[in-house]
Nanobody
């Protein structure tokens, strides 16, 4: 059973930084794609960033390009999302997600496994 556990959310001022972590267990993830998605109140869950576990290819939503960086540590089975230059519009619950796939899904509907989510709040 795949388990994803996020940590690292919190309250930060605009312009600040946070790093989210997603500890993955229950599988060998070499054939998986990992994603970070977020959901603001009243909004649908949207793709933020994704990474291919094997090759390390990365993809980003236009709204976070140049500010967020996704990475993975194979030895620790952990995926990170470094978020810099945070804006109030980045406020949301951030979810880690996984799918056994040779491509990185950009739609939340394509992910099979989800963490519990971690709240990120950016004050102006």
């Amino acid at each position: 059973q795949v388990q994803l556990v996020e940590s690292g959310g919190g309250l930060v001022q605009a312009g600040g930084s946070l790093r989210l972590s997603c500890a993955a267990s229950g599988r060998t993830f070499s054939s998986y794609a990992m994603g970070w998605l977020r959901q603001a109140p009243g909004m649908e869950r949207k793709f933020v960033a994704g990474i291919s576990w094997r090759g390390g290819s990365t993809f980003y939503a236009d709204s976070v390009k140049g500010r967020f960086t996704i990475s993975r540590d194979r030895a620790k089975n952990t995926v990170y999302l470094q978020m810099n230059s945070l804006k109030p519009e980045d406020t949301a619950v951030y979810y880690c997600a996984a799918r056994r796939s040779d491509y990185v899904p950009l739609s939340s509907r394509e992910y099979n496994y989800w963490g519990q989510g971690t709240q990120v709040t950016v004050s102006s």
